[in-house]
């Protein structure tokens, strides 16, 4: 029985994959033990959305080899998909898998020499979400579901479309019974993800939305918690930001990326909405919402970004009542119509405005942490350290830190909060 280690970067999807090929080589005869072990073969999933995320894949090759030398490693994701070439000639690579081919990795793992070193095919020629099998996921609570892969958008700055290919769906049917089949194995929540999650069911026959997946789930209460991932601002209309202030099931939480607060600045970066359009969203949405945790994307530093244009996107950031900010150093990625901009801000620049937005997404969310001072909370249970402390995470997506819990894993707990930790709060069990 070969032992098979794998390894993931980046978003979502790839977690949701990467467990999705856990189990199918378990299911073919494959042993998968932790990456940190010695395996017989290595699989590193990768992402490639700034150079940092592709200098760590050839860091993870490097690491694989120094615990076995006689390994094979096998590297899939989007770093594999965009640069195969690339990929191929780094030392010790065995095999490139395209993100299509990962399907079908327990077959291409069996072949030990196949004909063909890469085997990554025309992402941009699919036209159909394939759902992956997924019976179990190693997080005993808490579920991703793929239902959406691929990006039409093509923002200028941005390398998914080219990793992922054009936006499809898994259908309407199979995606609900994807959040049935884990309600029925015990898991207490699901997180739906996707490339352009706000896309979903475009592309069916007939068309859909995610809205009427997210009503269909909330009508037959199909999980007790139901989670969204990203969603574009235009995305986000007045039928939904009603829809998630009356659900009972669907938890107060989005991620609605930004990326600037100025409006040359998305021009520029293809956005399709202005800094004004992005505030009257937040506003409106919390407004209905009150508790409701809003993350952001921001990127520090695109082409041609002046200290004016950076210093409306502190503005906006510290006026709007998000929760969280994902800061992103602009990464100049080649085949991207960003790359080619001229005015390219010089590295140190970038690196000190994205510094100044951590800083201020610190104070968000410890802001925002503290208004739960004193208030009640309900808690996902998920895990107990050694000196008795358990962590769970709230509805709206604070990690909430109980010490002494003796209650059981996996239920919802109400947590009487009485403190702002170093990553959320901190509480002791009411009732």
Sequence with gaps: MQRVAISTLGCKINQFESAAMTESLGREGFRVVPFDEDADIYVINTCTVTAKTDAESRRLIRRALRRNPAARVVVTGCYAQVAPDAVKDLPGVALVVGNSEKRSIGELLRDAAPAEKVMVSDISRERTAEGLRLESFAEHTRAFLQVQNGCDAFCSYCIVPYARGRSRSVSFSEALAGIRNFAAQGFREVVLTGIHLGAYGLDLAPPTNLLALLEASEAEKAVPRLRVGSVEPNELTDALVDFLARSETVCPHLHIPLQSGD??????????????????????????????????????????????????????????????????????????????????????????????????????????????????LAVLMQNRGRDGEAVGLSRNYLPVRVPGYAGEMNAEATVMVTEVTPDGVGGIIRG
Excluded: W
Excluded at 268 to 289: D, I, K, N, Q, S
Excluded at 318 to 336: D, I, K, M, N, Q
Excluded at 349 to 371: D, M, P, Q, T, Y
């Design 263 to 376: 409006d040359r600045v998305l021009e520029r970066m293809g956005r399709r909405y202005t800094a004004a359009f992005f505030r009257e969203r937040v506003e409106r949405l919390v407004a209905v919402v009150p508790d409701i945790f809003i993350g952001c994307d921001v990127i520090a530093g695109f082409p041609g970004e002046t200290d004016e244009e950076f210093q409306n996107t502190v503005r906006l950031i510290e006026e709007l009542p998000v929760a969280s900010l994902h800061v992103f150093p602009y990464s100049r990625r080649e085949g991207t119509a960003a790359a080619r901009m001229e005015g390219q801000v010089d590295g140190k620049v970038i690196r000190g405005r994205a510094e100044i937005l951590r800083e201020v997404g610190e104070r968000k969310r410890r802001s925002f942490c503290e208004r739960f001072v004193g208030r009640e």
